[in-house]
């Protein structure tokens, strides 16, 4: 048994180690329209991984996250070009407006459960974005957006300005962000997380601080989100509210429900669906939607866990409760 088990993990990490491989090595055998293809993948995985953390861990239906996503970008695009601040400066300040954001705006209604808290975030992520195309305090451009973005630097002539550079720099911040949600999913925070999604009730019961670990949720998904949008807006050099529209927040919706539902690596899979297929069947872009329509209930009706879902829950639930009832989380 215990070689079959070192067997398995074995192969786990060959293919691991292959994945990552290929990673590094492709984006010196294509040309850069094909490397761009797979930054706006890493973009799409990014803000995939931000979503799982509210809908996936916690369970919360959030259809307005685009809005955490363009208080992201705005933020670096309006403080690089009226006050020149640098790009990766902007990187966790960025991150740290949209937490500040979804802790504002989610703290009235985080009491709020399924239908009616899905009604209130398509809301939310509206007012964002009408509030961008009127031009509050002449800061955001109006509809046409804000142009000029510098692109990010190390100082001097240490310049991140071409595609393969881009590539590189999504990537590795993906691979923290995989490795920093891994290890918070094995804490206390995630273990709340898992039994607020499985039964709130029983978990409110048992001393978890319910709307705190919810908000929290909403809270780092939204930060993830705000590193996305600065990444995204340097590498445009230019943001409009046309980017952060309702039908993104669905595509996001949509990565996280078709990859599996709390598992990171069904968000890769779903990203990669979501932002390779467009380009795969180009000739077939205006049959985009009604593609992307069929597969969702296709997955509803033959696979609602997820091309990838997450094994949690059962009968170690109850056992799970009681620990963290000892610990008092």
Not at 130 to 157: C, E, K, M, R, W
Not at 196 to 201: H, P, S
Request: charged share 15%; glycine share 12%; net charge neutral.
């Amino acid at each position: 048994m215990e070689r079959e088990k070192t067997g398995f993990f074995g192969s786990q990490q060959s293919l691991l180690f292959a994945i990552v491989g290929i990673f590094i090595i492709y984006p010196f055998f294509v040309s850069n329209y094909y490397i761009d293809v797979a930054f706006f993948f890493g973009i799409y995985a990014l803000l995939g991984l931000s979503l799982n953390i509210v809908l996936g861990e916690v369970g919360l239906f959030d259809l307005g996250h685009a809005g955490f996503y363009a208080i992201g970008a705005y933020t670096t695009a309006i403080l690089n070009t009226k006050l020149g601040i640098p790009i990766l400066v902007l990187l966790p300040v960025s991150a740290i407006a949209a937490g500040i954001f979804a802790y504002i705006v989610c703290s009235p209604i985080i009491h709020l459960r399924g239908d009616y808290l899905c009604i209130v975030t398509i809301g939310m992520g509206e007012i964002v974005r009408l509030a961008l195309i009127n031009n509050p305090f002449d800061l955001t451009g109006g509809p046409n957006g804000v142009y000029g973005i510098d692109f990010p630097s190390f100082g001097g002539p240490f310049v991140i300005d071409s595609s393969i550079e881009y590539y590189f720099l999504i990537w590795i911040i993906v691979v923290l962000s995989i490795i920093g949600l891994i290890r918070l999913q094995n804490s206390r925070i995630g273990r709340a997380w898992n039994c607020i999604r499985e039964d709130e009730v029983a978990a409110g019961s048992s001393g978890i601080d319910v709307k705190s670990y919810k908000l929290l949720a909403f809270v780092i998904g939204a930060a993830l989100a705000g590193v996305a949008g600065n990444i995204y807006a340097s590498k445009l050099m230019a943001v409009s509210p046309e980017s952060f529209s309702f039908w993104e927040s669905c595509m996001l919706f949509c990565i996280v429900l078709i990859g599996g539902m709390g598992s990171i690596p069904g968000i890769l899979i779903g990203a990669a669906f979501i932002s390779l297929f467009p380009e795969i069947f180009r000739p077939f872009a205006m049959y985009r939607m009604l593609v992307f329509g069929l597969v969702m209930i296709l997955m509803m009706m033959f696979r609602p866990g997820g091309v990838w879902p997450r094994k949690r829950g059962g009968p170690e639930f109850v056992s799970l409760l009681s620990r963290m009832r000892k610990k008092d989380v």
